[in-house]
C-alpha cells in the first residue's frame, strides 16, 4: 500500500510495517536504507505535500509576511527536528515557487489520470 510517512512512520520504527520504497525521489533522511523507487522506476514521484494557501484577493504584503514568517519557523532548529521526527522534509520557498510547483503537480496528475482513461462516477 501507499501511505503517507506521516501515518506509517510509528509503524516502520516499531516493526510492524515494513517499508519497501519511497514515493519521493529521493531516500529520505529519516531512512536512509529505504529506497526511493524512482532508483527502479525513472521519474517516479507521488509525494505528498502540505502548503498554507490564502484567499486570492489577499493583499500581497500579508502574503509575503506570512510567508516570512513561515519560512522562519521552518528552519527554526526544534521545529525542524519535530517535523523530521514526524517523517516530514520542511521546504521553505516562496509563493511564486509554491504556485508553480501546485501548477507542476496538477499538470503531471491531470497527465495520469488522462493516460490512465479515468472518470469521474
Known amino acids: ?18 517499508a519497501l520504497g519511497m514515493t519521493i525521489t529521493t531516500r529520505s ?11 527502479f522506476l ?4 507521488a509525494s505528498v505535500y502540505y502548503g498554507i494557501g490564502a484567499p486570492k484577493n489577499t493583499p500581497t504584503e500579508i502574503v509575503e509576511r506570512l510567508n516570512k514568517e513561515i519560512n ?3 528552519v527554526d532548529p526544534q521545529l525542524r527536528a519535530r517535523l ?14 509554491f504556485g508553480k510547483f501546485i501548477a507542476n503537480e ?10 490512465a482513461n479515468i472518470k469521474a462516477e
Open 84 to 97: 523530521n521526527d514526524l517523517g516530514s522534509m520542511p521546504l521553505p520557498g516562496s509563493p511564486t515557487d
Open 106 to 115: 496538477t499538470e503531471k496528475w491531470a497527465r495520469v489520470v488522462k493516460f
Open 29 to 39: 533522511d529519516v531512512f536512509p536504507d529505504v529506497p526511493s523507487i524512482s532508483e
Open 72 to 74: 522562519a519557523g521552518l
Open 1 to 18: 500500500m501507499f501511505a503517507s510517512m506521516t501515518a506509517s512512520i510509528e509503524h516502520i520504527r516499531t516493526d510492524k510495517l515494513r
Open 42 to 45: 525513472p521519474g517516479f514521484d
